[in-house]
């Protein structure tokens, strides 16, 4: 059966509890990229919500990692982190111009993540997608959303990302309602719920449930008990797939990505 590539990940590569339990001993910082990048098939990018990176950063990360890997890039605050979305064009153009092209065909999709606070206002949504550039500098771009409020939990949402082609991201979390419908034409999904104390992050009975889920996307299935708003399925054609592992802690992400890719095999 034909599926879609299945990319598995963690959020950054610098962190100081990782120096020691996912990079080995003695390994120079400037060296954790090109090892994660070895260990891992993708990697978020958090660093670019908060602020800007020269077009040469970019590059530099690019000929970093081995053919294939991906970053998605985490979208700026500037423009998710404000009242009416339909004020943040020049923001969105900033960010987009900002030299992220650079990463070539290592780049990923952007990842626009919402406060739990923000809540669904439909015009106002509407006008953000509309702002969601889909190429620059001649490179194509993708987009996935992340809200974490329940009102957004409604048929039309669901709708208007699915006719923009922006996949809302699915996020097992402790803490905010998630939505599972697939709306793009690939699927992000981020596991929250980890906890330090689980050596692979998860407990390992559950792992084989992300498993079968990471595989079903990848075919362009929709995995059963997961929260979805409409029972409407999109053409069932290969997704790419991402899987994140993202937890609070997040001292055990590289264990649970690294097994999650080894039992995909």
């Known amino acids: 059966m034909k599926h879609g ?17 996912f990079y080995p001993e003695g390994l120079t910082q400037k060296r954790e990229l090109e090892f994660a990048s070895r260990a891992l098939t993708a990697i978020e990018v ?11 950063t970019f590059e530099g990360w690019a000929k970093t990692v081995p053919d294939g890997f991906i970053f998605t890039v985490k979208g700026s605050r500037f423009v998710t982190n404000r009242k009416v979305l339909a004020e ?59 809200v974490r409020h329940e009102s957004f939990a409604v048929p039309e949402f669901v709708a208007m990302c699915r006719a923009a082609g922006v996949a809302i991201v699915y996020a097992d979390s402790p803490q905010y309602p998630a939505i599972a419908d697939i709306t793009g034409d690939f699927v992000y999904a981020r596991l929250e719920a980890g906890e330090d104390e689980n050596p692979l992050c998860y407990p390992e009975a559950e792992l084989p449930r992300w498993v079968d889920a990471a595989r079903l996307w990848a075919e362009g299935g929709r995995p059963d008990g997961l929260p979805y708003v409409t029972e409407d399925a999109p053409p069932k054609t290969p997704r790419e797939t991402f899987v994140f592992f993202i937890h609070g802690g997040k001292v055990r992400a590289p264990a649970a990505a690294q097994e999650l890719i080894r039992r995909l095999g």
């Open 88 to 146: 943040a064009g020049e923001s969105v153009q900033r960010f987009v111009g900002q030299g992220l092209t650079a990463l070539g065909d290592r780049l990923g999709p952007i990842f626009w993540q919402f406060m739990a606070t923000k809540k669904f206002d439909a015009p106002d949504f509407q006008a953000f997608l509309d702002l969601l550039p889909r190429s620059q500098d001649g490179v194509a771009l993708r987009h996935a959303i992340q």
């Open 5 to 21: 590539m299945i990319r598995i990940g963690i959020g950054g590569w610098t962190f100081e509890p990782w120096r020691g339990t």
């Open 46 to 56: 958090n660093g670019t919500y908060y602020s800007s990176f020269k077009p040469a």
